[in-house]
């Protein structure tokens, strides 16, 4: 799939996140089997400008007390009976590369895979965002990413030469519009499952 890069218009005005989050609480995640996502930024209050995105339900899909009770209760039960668990992707936060790529390594020795990773560029004083994707790019080649950056490092034809022509990347430029990082998100997360239950 061919990188694409969105730009914003100058008079472009983004949505609150509390809006942001009713108009996608209604959508059902629960038949994707993985909704990991990876964030790499250095930026703390980016990593919970995600969450309010991507876990937009109440307690950004956290456990409530009583959602722990009923767990400790009711076992299997409690959780399919949560739906609105079942609208938020589960989001693990790096603040830098080189972390993230131990993050990844010891959950691929546990079996877990991310299916994506938003990635900011400028990250320092560590590794830049390629430098990051291409490192996690040798642990899973199956996983996917998008560049979310304040900056235009890198042009189309650079990344390409660097990361490869099949490598499904997309830019998105800060500050970033909600509803296309959810959209993102969706569609990239729910073809990485598409392709895994698909025979080999």
């Not at 876990?55 to 609105?84: F, I, R, T, V, Y």
């Not at 040798?138 to 189309?156: C, K």
């Amino acid at each position: 799939m061919e990188l694409q890069i969105h730009a914003k218009s100058p008079n472009y005005r983004i949505p609150t996140l509390h809006k942001m989050a009713r108009s996608t609480s209604h959508i059902d995640l629960s038949s994707l089997e993985n909704r990991s996502i990876l964030v790499v930024d250095d930026n703390h209050s980016i990593h919970r400008d995600y969450q309010s995105v991507l876990c937009p339900n109440p307690h950004d899909g956290e456990q409530s007390e009583l959602e722990k009770l009923e767990a400790l209760l009711l076992g299997d039960e409690a959780e399919s009976s949560n739906e609105s668990r079942h609208r938020n992707f589960t989001l693990q936060s790096a603040f830098q590369g080189e972390e993230a790529v131990e993050l990844v390594e010891k959950h691929l020795a546990k079996g877990i895979r991310y299916p994506m990773a938003f990635v900011d560029m400028r990250m320092p004083p560590g590794w830049d965002g390629l430098e990051t994707i291409r490192e996690l790019r040798r642990l899973d080649p199956e996983m996917r990413f998008v560049i979310v950056s304040a900056y235009s490092d890198h042009t189309h034809e650079t990344l390409k030469s660097e990361l490869g022509e099949n490598c499904l990347v997309q830019i998105v430029y800060k500050p970033f519009d909600p509803r296309e990082i959810y959209q993102l998100a969706y569609r990239i997360v729910s073809k990485w499952n598409e392709l895994q239950a698909s025979p080999a």
